[in-house]
């Protein structure tokens, strides 16, 4: 008979995990200082995925908006993204932490008992859907700032403010089939991928089971997830990011899907990987990073 995906693993030791109230602390302040490192890159990503940045890579697109805006170009759009990182980190944290329990329970999980790696994938999953409300309209805001030509001066409340004037409030809901997809995809694959992979390394590397894994597992793992994570999410970002830049002229998820397919090809869907794959790197590696380092700091502090 075929084993359920979601099986029960057997029974092995498990390091202390955080209550719900610590998991949304270590969140939001991760989700804070994470998305500050990589704002630069994410401004270049969006920049090339809308094609206004002219021809070229990355590299290219950094040198361009620094050339135009100077350095504060590429923290255009900042305010809105950092404030929405700490709310949806901790969200994150604390959704996640509710699937969890709530997977473990359906399964029939016992205390001691560890997290199949399936299951944080699922949860996971689930997490990016349930927080999507939040991330969204935040999102909209900061690909619009992104893009514009307005004042770099322009804060990211006024910058909305205008658009809901301009637009009705049903404008921070564009593109929010491609966003919910963006986001289960990327956040199963981060806690389902990113606890498996530190589990193998550090079981190759001869640490005890249920040990938090060292700085080189961490940076290790959080890149190679945050890597395949875009891979896996960057047909849904390119989508949600054209709906939420002009959704007069992109109104529809599949009409969309299927421009794009006829005319750019699959390639039509991953315009702009490099400076994703660079931003899913540090991003991700610095992500887990803080989060080991705030994790760690306050287990510390409950020794």
């Known amino acids: 008979?075929?084993?359920?995906?979601?099986?029960?693993?057997?029974?092995?030791?498990?390091?202390?995990?955080?209550?719900?109230?610590?998991?949304?602390?270590?969140?939001?302040?991760?989700?804070?200082?994470?998305?500050?490192?990589?704002?630069?890159?994410?401004?270049?990503?969006?920049?090339?995925?809308?094609?206004?940045?002219?021809?070229?890579?990355l590299g290219k697109a950094l040198t361009n908006i620094i050339k135009k805006e100077g350095v504060r170009g590429l923290y255009r759009g900042l305010a809105a993204p950092v404030a929405s990182a700490g709310v949806s980190c901790g969200l994150t944290f604390f959704a996640k932490s509710l699937w969890v329990k709530t997977l473990r329970s359906r399964l029939g999980y016992t205390a001691g008992q560890q997290n199949n790696c399936t299951l944080l994938g699922a949860a996971g999953a689930l997490t990016g859907t349930s927080i999507a409300p939040v991330v969204l309209p935040t999102d909209l805001v900061k690909i619009r700032l992104q893009a514009a030509r307005c004042k770099a001066s322009t804060s990211a409340l006024e910058f909305?403010?205008?658009?809901?004037?301009?637009?009705?409030?049903?404008?921070?809901?564009?593109?929010?089939?491609?966003?919910?997809?963006?986001?289960?995809?990327?956040?199963?694959?981060?806690?389902?991928?990113?606890?498996?992979?530190?589990?193998?390394?550090?079981?190759?590397?001869?640490?005890?089971?249920?040990?938090?894994?060292?700085?080189?597992?961490?940076?290790?793992?959080?890149?190679?997830?945050?890597?395949?994570?875009?891979?896996?999410?960057m047909p849904w970002d390119i989508i949600k990011t054209r709906m939420q830049m002009d959704p007069r002229r992109n109104p529809s998820f599949f009409g969309m899907l299927r421009g794009i397919i006829k005319s750019e090809g699959v390639a039509g869907f991953y315009r702009g990987f490099s400076a994703v794959a660079v931003r899913g790197v540090v991003s991700n590696a610095s992500f887990f990073l803080f989060y080991e380092g705030f994790r760690g700091v306050l287990e510390e502090a409950k020794a």
């Open 160 to 233: 909305a403010r205008g658009l809901a004037k301009r637009e009705g409030l049903r404008a921070f809901t564009a593109g929010g089939t491609a966003g919910i997809l963006q986001l289960a995809s990327i956040w199963g694959v981060l806690f389902g991928g990113y606890e498996f992979l530190t589990r193998k390394i550090t079981a190759a590397a001869g640490v005890p089971t249920g040990q938090r894994p060292g700085v080189a597992t961490t940076i290790i793992a959080g890149s190679t997830v945050g890597v395949v994570s875009w891979s896996v999410a």
């Open 1 to 57: 008979t075929r084993m359920p995906l979601l099986k029960k693993p057997r029974q092995t030791t498990q390091s202390k995990s955080l209550s719900t109230t610590e998991e949304i602390v270590v969140g939001t302040l991760t989700g804070v200082a994470s998305t500050a490192v990589a704002h630069p890159l994410d401004t270049a990503k969006t920049r090339l995925q809308l094609g206004i940045v002219g021809k070229g890579g």
